[in-house]
């Protein structure tokens, strides 16, 4: 660590600036920083978290130059800001290609980041999140393991290459660090995020009980994806712990790294845990299209939750664009074994970043976490 950087880190109070708050990431992170002692966190988003954990929350539309710019006194002091937002739009998996997605990307990050280095002459650390797709994993299969030098910058485009670039260029010169975290498919607790298998399955479960509620009750949930593929996960709150280690290890400056829980799964072999933890044992395989199927089902979710006293609003609130990506990352569909998506997380516990977690026992803390919060039904 520079002689500068360090003179900042002991002297300046740390306060975190989270973008994209009621995202998966964004949500973690914003949980996690209000648990630190010392750190002031602010937040923000279009639409208000569900819960702030303390934070002082600011509504915020990163697609408006203006808006972002009239913000910029709020962000004075800030040390580390945590860049978890992302846009996205219904035709999720087709828009992750498209020129629009790419430059509405590029812009939000330009539109804050500007006005914050003004605002904040102490800065120590930027965080971005990019993810597999920097791999190419949504054309074609991964170079197993994907490692962090592998990246196909020149070979698809990807709003992740126009903020890094960005970034890059904007440090030049100054004493701010950043870094690059690629998460795996992240589970948590988020509400109506675009990436979030969990509300998703969550209601599918909920949806086939009450549709079975009629007859004989139903006591097996079918698995209803594809041909399984040998993958990778990471427990939102991990990560969120990962993000604040990147803050302040000096081996994490101005570096990429893959994050994962550190084991690998099958979704038909996990989904005896998910199934258990909403209630159920594991049933057949019965391919189903999440997206086209449960997601119109608002009356039938509308008497779920009055049912069941859930606080969990409309399935487009609730899911968000969660079904179609639950149909993809399961493989609906597909009837021969996926690739497999692994990724190399040797440079990260290099770096200093060991922490692991079971992603079955995962799965479970997940729905847990919903269901206690009354998002839903109980097991």
């Known amino acids: 660590m520079s002689a500068a950087h360090l003179a900042t880190s002991e002297t300046t109070p740390k306060k975190i600036l989270v973008a994209g708050a009621t995202g998966l990431v964004g949500y973690a992170a914003m ?103 920097a791999y190419g994993v949504h054309v074609r299969p991964l170079s197993v393991p994907a490692r962090e030098n592998r990246s196909e910058m020149h070979e698809q485009p990807n709003f992740y290459w126009n903020q890094e670039r960005y970034l890059r260029e904007r440090q030049a010169g100054k004493t701010w660090r950043w870094s690059i975290l690629r998460p795996v498919l992240i589970v948590g607790d988020s509400v109506g995020s675009a990436m979030n298998v969990i509300p ?6 909920a949806m086939m009980r009450h549709l079975h509620g009629k007859g004989a009750a139903k006591t097996k949930l079918d698995y209803p994806g594809g041909v399984g593929r040998v993958a990778q996960a990471v427990d ?103 690739p497999a998506a692994i990724v190399s997380t040797i440079k990260l516990m290099q770096a200093g970043f060991t922490e692991v977690m079971d992603t079955e026992a995962m799965f479970r803390k997940c729905f847990a976490e919903m269901q206690a919060r009354r998002r839903l039904p109980p097991r």
């Open 31 to 133: 949980k996690h920083f209000a648990t630190e002692a010392g750190c002031e966190v602010i937040a923000v988003s279009r639409r208000r978290p569900d819960e702030t954990f303390g934070a002082r929350w600011l509504q915020l539309d990163l697609t408006n130059a203006a808006a972002c710019a009239a913000r910029a006194p709020e962000f004075a002091g800030v040390t580390h800001l945590v860049y978890a937002a992302l846009y996205e739009r219904p035709g999720l998996v087709a828009g992750w290609r498209e020129e629009e997605q790419i430059r509405t990307n590029d812009l939000m990050l330009k539109n804050l980041f500007g006005p914050l280095e003004r605002a904040a002459p102490c800065l120590r650390h930027v965080v971005l999140l990019q993810g597999t797709k």
């Open 200 to 205: 998703a399955l969550g209601v599918y479960a």
């Open 236 to 338: 939102a709150d991990l990560l969120a712990r990962c993000i604040a280690w990147s803050g302040e290890a000096d081996a994490a400056g101005n570096e990429i790294f893959n994050v994962t829980n550190g084991d690998v799964f099958v979704w038909p072999n996990v989904w005896p845990a998910i199934a258990d933890a909403l209630g159920f044992e594991a049933g057949d395989h019965v391919p189903l299209a999440l997206d086209r199927e449960i997601r119109p089902r608002e009356a039938d979710w509308a008497e779920i939750c009055a049912a069941h006293g859930l606080e969990a609003g409309t399935l487009k609130d609730f899911v968000g664009l969660s079904f179609e990506y639950a149909d993809y990352t399961m493989g609906f569909g597909r009837d021969t074994p996926g």
